[in-house]
Every structure is written in C-alpha cells, then in structure tokens.
C-alpha cells in the first residue's frame, strides 16, 4: 500500500477506497460471457421445433384412427318381465280371541292341528259365569211373580171400579168415590206394564249370561289348520277394548296368496291373469307358478318409495311353502315369439364427431376437442376415455350405427319391447345377422 494512503489511513478522517477497488467488488464494467446468448438462443429454437413437430405431425401419420366394437342383430322370442318382492299369506287366515274376561282351564289344540269349524280349541273357568246364570234366572223368577201379582191388583181395581159407575149411574155413589175407584184402575194398569218390562230386563239378562256361560269355550270357526297358539292353561286372560288373540287359523294351505310390491315404475305393465314365478330361499333351485288375480289401487310409501300391491294365487298341494316365506316373483308382462332384437348399446352409442361427447372430467364439447387453448395439445379423438350418448329422435325413432364403406352410417329405427338387455326393432333397414356398433375400444396407455 502507498505511503500516502497509509498516511491517510492514521488520519482520523474517513477515506473512501479507490473507485476500481469498487467496480471489481461489485462486478461494473465486467464484460458478459458470450456463451450466455447462445444458450437462451438455443433454448428458443428448440421450443419452436417442438411445436411445429406437434402441428404437423399428425396431418402426416400420427396415432391410429379409433376403433369401434360391433355386436350382431339377432332374431329370436323376447320375453318382458317386472321383478318385486313379497310374502306368502293363507288365502284366510283367520285370528280367534277371547270374548270374555277369565281364567283359561284347558287347552285342547297345539301347533300344526288340524281342526273343524265348531271344534272346541280352548275352554275357560265356568264357576262365576254358572253363578251369574243363576241368578239371572232367579231374577226372572221374581218379575214374572210381580207380574202376576200386578196382574191380579189390576183385575181387582177393573171390577171395583165397574161396580162405582154402576152405583154412580143410580145414585148410590160420589163423584169422589168414582174418580178414586177409576184412578186406582189406571195405577194397576201401570203396574202391571212395569212388571211386565222386568220381565224382559230379567230376561235378556239372562240370556246374556247364558251366552257368556257358551262363550267360555273358544270354538274354531273355520276348519283348517292352527298355524299358532297363544295361550296356556292357567292364563288369566282379560278381554277390555281388543279383544286378546289366542289362536291363529289358516282354512287351507294347498291354496295361498303372494302379495308383492310392485314399483310404481313397473305397475302401468301389471295385469290381472298374468303368468309369473318365484322363488323362495328355502328352494333356492326350484321355480314356482303364479297367476295375477289383483292389482291394487291402494299406494304404498315407505323412504319416499311408491309402490302397489299385486296379489297372485299359488298352488302348494305339496305344502312345501309357508306361510311368512319371503319371495322374489318374475312377472312376464309382455312376450314376443319372433322379434329382430338389438342391444341396447348400440341405441345409446353414437361415434365421435356424429354425437354429443362427455369426457371423462365433466367437460363437454365437439367430440374430441377439449376447450380452450388445448385443444392444440390434445390427442386425437377416440384415444382418450369418452361416453358417448344419444336421444330419441322425433316419434320415438332412434339410431344404430354400421359401418358402410370405412365410414360410421346412421340407420334409423322404430323400437318396440325391451327387456334391459336387448331391443324389439319394429321397422328399420336393420336386419339379423348384421353388424351394429356398441362402442370403442379405449386407447392403451
């Protein structure tokens, strides 16, 4: 270092460094590299490249068009059918109670016994019900004895007071005395109306005690079979406001009823006298018969779902179902012997670019051309995964789509029955054995 500066570094007065000292600290006047232009050059040059490879690659072979899956038209029946669910039930079912309050004193029945109609099932303790008997009959006893005694005061007063007119007439007798001989016939005329209504208090008390008395034991009024039994000797049973159930009755098992519940959908195509099957968990294998014998009006709701009782008749001369079994019925509404049928995919597919395309996050637009700006990026169309969807046309006419010459052409057709799986063709330049498509193979990834 200089003396001078050195010098004036022991000056207590601050000395700023040498400007060149400065510029090199903080690089000013330093040149730039010249490798540096070159390499954002080439950074340009090849982004450029990229994009006209992107631009015109595809004019000149770029992926393979898409390709389409196809599925014959076939000629065949078709069968239509309803699906519903419900429970087997006796044809009548009958529940018999008690009617009377008591204690029961025997059971005669049990489980699975077959009774007739009139056939004593259970019966009740009769002690107070034969003393209530009694002595209703002793009560009638006295009214019809009053009655007779009213009869007897009243035939006494009659003749008293014929004797006072009489004496009256010759003037033998007071108006007084007339008057109280014919008011003491009216009192015995009363009396002997009063009496004559005990009578037939007493007696309706007693046949309503009798009744009881025959009411203690409990008769089936039916004959079939006892399905359950409620009750044991001993129970005190006591018959308020509902009457207490003791057995449960079914007439005849060889004959019931599958009541099911039919969707509201699927109710407009349910009929009385169609044919049906079903099937039970206990026979998982076997396939019953069934006939429609009613359809409902009455709603069912229950969650917000609609639906309608169907009932249909079942033969089970095996007794092999139960009553409270759980089954799936299969209700054939609609049959065709000789039908053009196509699936039900090729009436909801439409190649892309000839129907409305949904990609698979939502958007919507031209078939295979995302929005936007990247559209200048994106694969070709059918390459990506798209569901192609298509309305009815005017008239109930739809579409199915062949391939004529290397190229999607739409055919329109009138469609009747279907099944979920397959569809009647009414009229259409369709026939069986011919090729429709139904969809696209989804590109490799």
Excluded: H
Aim: proline residues 7%.
């Amino acid at each position: 270092m200089p003396d001078t500066y050195r010098e004036q570094m022991n000056d207590s007065t601050p000395i700023a460094p040498p400007a060149d000292d400065v510029a090199k600290t903080i690089g000013l006047g330093q040149a730039k590299p010249k490798f540096a232009f070159k390499i954002n050059k080439w950074w340009i040059v090849g982004a450029v490249v990229v994009i006209a490879g992107i631009l015109f690659a595809r004019p000149f072979g770029g992926p393979p068009g898409p390709k389409f899956l196809f599925a014959d038209v076939t000629q065949g029946g078709l069968t239509v059918t309803v699906t519903a669910t419900g429970q087997l039930q006796p044809r009548n079912q009958v529940d018999v109670g008690a009617e009377i309050s008591g204690q029961i004193d025997r059971v005669d029945v049990d489980f699975n016994d077959r009774v007739t109609q009139g056939q004593v099932l259970a019966a009740m303790d009769t002690d107070n019900l034969k003393a209530k008997v009694l002595q209703a009959r002793a009560s009638l006893a006295s009214a019809k004895a009053k009655l007779e005694e009213a009869r007897a005061t009243a035939l006494e007063a009659r003749t008293k007071a014929g004797r006072v007119r009489e004496l009256s007439t010759r003037g033998n007798a007071s108006k007084q005395e007339l008057d109280a001989a014919e008011a003491a016939e009216s009192r015995s005329k009363a009396t002997v109306a009063s009496a004559e209504a005990q009578v037939a208090v007493s007696d309706a008390n007693l046949a309503i005690d009798e009744t009881n008395l025959s009411r203690a034991e409990i008769k089936s009024p039916i004959s079939g079979i006892v399905l359950s039994r409620k009750v044991e000797p001993g129970q005190v049973v006591a018959a308020t406001f509902q009457t207490p159930v003791l057995f449960s009755l079914a007439e005849d098992l060889t004959v019931m009823e599958l009541i099911v519940d039919v969707d509201e959908a699927d109710i407009g195509q349910v009929k009385d006298k169609q044919e049906a099957t079903f099937t039970v968990d206990a026979f998982p294998d076997r396939q019953f018969p069934a006939t429609i014998t009613q359809v409902r009006f009455a709603p069912k709701s229950a969650e917000g779902v609609v639906t309608y009782q169907a009932v249909l008749a079942v033969e089970n001369n095996d007794l092999l179902l139960r009553p409270g079994m759980t089954a799936t019925a299969v209700i054939t509404t609609a049959t065709r012997g000789d039908a053009t049928l196509v699936p039900n995919a090729a009436l909801r597919f439409a190649p892309p670019g000839f129907g409305k395309t949904v990609t698979t996050d939502g958007a919507s637009g031209p078939p295979g051309q995302p929005p936007g700006l990247f559209r200048l990026f994106a694969p070709p169309a059918g390459m990506g995964q798209t569901t192609t969807t298509q309305s009815k046309l005017k008239g109930g006419t739809q579409q199915v789509w062949i391939m004529d010459g290397g190229q999607p052409r739409p055919i329109e057709v009138n469609v009747g029955l279907s099944d979920g799986q397959v569809t009647e063709v009414v009229t259409g330049e369709i026939k069986p054995g011919q090729s429709v498509m139904v969809g696209m193979e989804r590109a490799a990834r």
